[in-house]
């Protein structure tokens, strides 16, 4: 299975195998630039569908984390006020 380098300007992003050197040159100068992530599948198109499911996912992942991190504090907040109303007052006799 060929590794492939992903190359992107704006919203367009176009897959290379990482042996064809010329292409990658070219489109550097076209101002293409090389995005980090590399995969290995059968096709161009297999590349480019899991390279787009691995961005998905690590938005869907950032967002969930910063929803939790909202809500954390809120639960911490919530809990500490029952605590407080929930205390028994010690009897003075």
Same mark, same amino acid.
């Given at each position: 299975m060929p590794d492939y380098d992903f190359y992107q300007k704006g919203k367009r992003i176009v897959a290379?195998?990482?042996s064809e050197n010329n292409q990658?040159? =070219?489109l550097i100068t076209q101002g *293409?630039? =090389?995005?980090?992530?590399?995969?290995s599948a059968t096709t161009k198109k297999s590349a &480019?569908? @899991? &390279? *787009? #499911?691995? @961005? =998905? #996912?690590? @938005?869907?992942?950032?967002?969930?984390?910063l929803a939790g991190a909202g809500t954390m $504090?809120?639960?911490g907040i919530m809990t500490a006020i029952a605590a407080f109303l929930l205390r028994k =007052? $010690?009897?003075? #006799?």
């Open positions: 290379l195998e990482r990658a040159v =070219k *293409y630039q =090389k995005q980090v992530e590399e995969i &480019l569908t @899991r &390279l *787009y #499911d691995i @961005r =998905k #996912d690590s @938005r869907i992942d950032q967002h969930n984390f $504090p809120l639960i =007052k $010690p009897d003075i #006799d």
